[in-house]
């Protein structure tokens, strides 16, 4: 299992948000969505059938259907932040 690095969900956090494509309050860039509350304090990432949920003070939680899900949002947010860091760094 990987280590939680609240600062890298974040940063992908932040990029989708920035760069996705707006669907009923839901941003949406490749196979992530990202959407926040009302007061910007809780953030949430989503992939499949799994959400995590990023609370103020570093906190989280996941919820998910499937074991295998969680291992590929893991890796889904590995290469993501790699892909974002490059892409941000060539401009």
Do not use: P
């Not at 956090?13 to 509350?37: M, P, Q």
Request: net charge negative.
């Amino acid at each position: 299992m990987s280590t939680i690095n609240t600062s890298q969900y974040l940063y992908v956090f932040n990029h989708v948000i920035t760069n996705g494509i707006n669907r009923e309050g839901r941003l949406y860039l490749g196979k992530l969505t990202a959407w926040y509350d009302f007061d910007g304090y809780t953030c949430y990432l989503g992939y499949k059938d799994l959400t995590m949920t990023l609370y103020f003070h570093n906190r989280f939680s996941f919820d998910y259907q499937e074991e295998t899900t969680l291992k590929e949002f893991y890796l889904l947010i590995e290469k993501s932040e790699k892909e974002f860091t490059t892409n941000h760094d060539r401009t």
